[in-house]
């Protein structure tokens, strides 16, 4: 065998689950924004999402209160912009001026979509079962919106430690699925 032994505190890297987002609240007229890349598709109709949030994170208390947020998803071009996010907290500054991006009012919840990204899911709780003890939300989109003039979304995924990768290449193969 040629493999190696590997860090258990790198496989985190290995199985990254999707996109890095922008998960974007709302409570009593004050916004956050916070970059998140542990989601999961849970189910499909309707469309369930799975995502942890750390109780140490200041989105975790307004998820947590307002039971809707809306998962906001960036291209590869404010990759600066998602990282900066991520690396401030909204209890010190209001992250959409800060950030120069641009709040749009949802249709189903009262958190605001991200204007400058490409896709937009508004969401409500409904499972709470996992959050005190892991942090896992799950979320069902309720309204869901895209840029059609975006055509190949190149999205980023999380390596960690600093490390992404870009969406890359798309391949098409046979199917029984549909």
């Not at 079962?129 to 980023?156: H, Q, S």
Request: hydrophobic residues 40%; glycine residues 6%.
């Amino acid at each position: 065998m040629t493999k190696k032994s590997f860090p258990l505190s790198r496989v985190y890297g290995l199985l990254e689950p999707g996109p890095v987002v922008m998960v974007s609240t709302a409570r009593k007229g004050r916004t956050n924004i916070m970059t998140l890349s542990w989601q999961t598709m849970l189910e499909f109709e309707p469309p369930l999402v799975g995502c942890v949030v750390s109780n140490r994170n200041y989105s975790f208390n307004l998820l947590k209160t307002t039971r809707e947020c809306v998962i906001n998803i960036p291209t590869v071009e404010l990759a600066e912009k998602v990282v900066e996010c991520g690396n401030t907290s909204g209890r010190d500054i209001d992250k959409f001026p800060a950030l120069g991006l641009t709040p749009v009012a949802a249709s189903l919840v009262q958190a605001p979509l991200i204007d400058e990204c490409y896709a937009n899911l508004e969401c409500k709780l409904v499972d709470t079962r996992m959050v005190n003890k892991y942090g896992f939300f799950v979320l069902e989109v309720v309204k869901a919106w895209i840029d059609p003039a975006i055509k190949d979304p190149r999205t980023i995924h999380h390596q960690g430690k600093g490390i992404f990768k870009v969406d890359g290449d798309t391949i098409k193969l046979p199917s029984r699925m549909k």
